[in-house]
C-alpha cells in the first residue's frame, strides 16, 4: 500500500483527490493538510511514501514545502499538483527536489499512474504538463522552441540505442523494475542504464532526464 500525504488549502480538491486515490485499491491517503508548514509537520511525523503538494498554500507555498521535505524527510518523494497558469511554477520546482507533476483537471488515472510512479522512485510528468514545461524552459517564440529541441537531440545523440529507449521509458514515468519488465532486463542492469544516462546528459535527476526525452521526441504527448 502506497501511504500518501495530501496538502491543498481548498477541501474539495482534497476530497477530490481523497477520493480518486482511494479507488485504485493501492494507496492510502495517511494525512491531509491545509497549507505547506502543516504538510511539512505532517510529513516529518507520518513519513509517507509520496507527499502530493498543491502549488499555491498558505503560510508556506508548495514549493518550499517541497524543499523543506527533501531535506528532512527524504524517504518521501513529492510530486507537486498544478494547473496550467501555474507552469513557471513547475519550471522552477525541477531544481527543489520534487519528481512528479500532476494535473489537477487531469484524468484520474494519470493521478493514480503518478502516484504509482513518484512511489517507485520514477520520475513522471502529466504530459500536458511537460509540453507547457518545456515550452516555459525555451521561450515564448518558437525559435527558443525550436533552439531547445535540437540541443536535446544533440545530447540524445551521444546515447546507446538501448540507453535512448531507456531514456523514453524513464519520460514516459516508468519505474526501473516497469522498465526492466518493458525490456525484459534486469532491474540491476536497467539501473545502471539509467545512472549512464544521467551522467551523459548532464542531469541531476530523472524529472530532468523526463524533459530532455520530451523535447527529444522520445515521449509521445
Known sequence: MIRVLLADDEAMVRAGVCAILGSSGETEVVAEAGDG?????????????????DIRMPRLDGLAAAEEIGRTVPGTAVAMLTTFSERAYVARALGGGATGFLL??????????GVRAV????????PKVARYVIEGLGGADGGGRLAREAEA?????????REREVLGLVGAGLSNPEIAARLHLVEGTVKAYVSAVLDR?????????????????????
Open 37 to 53: 508548514r502543516e504538510a511539512v509537520e505532517l510529513a516529518q511525523a507520518h513519513r509517507p511514501d509520496v507527499a502530493l503538494l
Open 201 to 221: 546528459l548532464g542531469v541531476r535527476n530523472r524529472v530532468q532526464a523526463a524533459i530532455v526525452a520530451y523535447e527529444a521526441g522520445l515521449v509521445a504527448s
Open 104 to 113: 489537477k483537471s487531469g484524468d484520474p488515472y494519470e493521478l493514480i499512474a
Open 119 to 126: 512511489a517507485g522512485g520514477a520520475a513522471f510528468l502529466s
Open 153 to 161: 537531440h544533440e545530447r540524445v545523440a551521444v546515447l546507446s540505442p
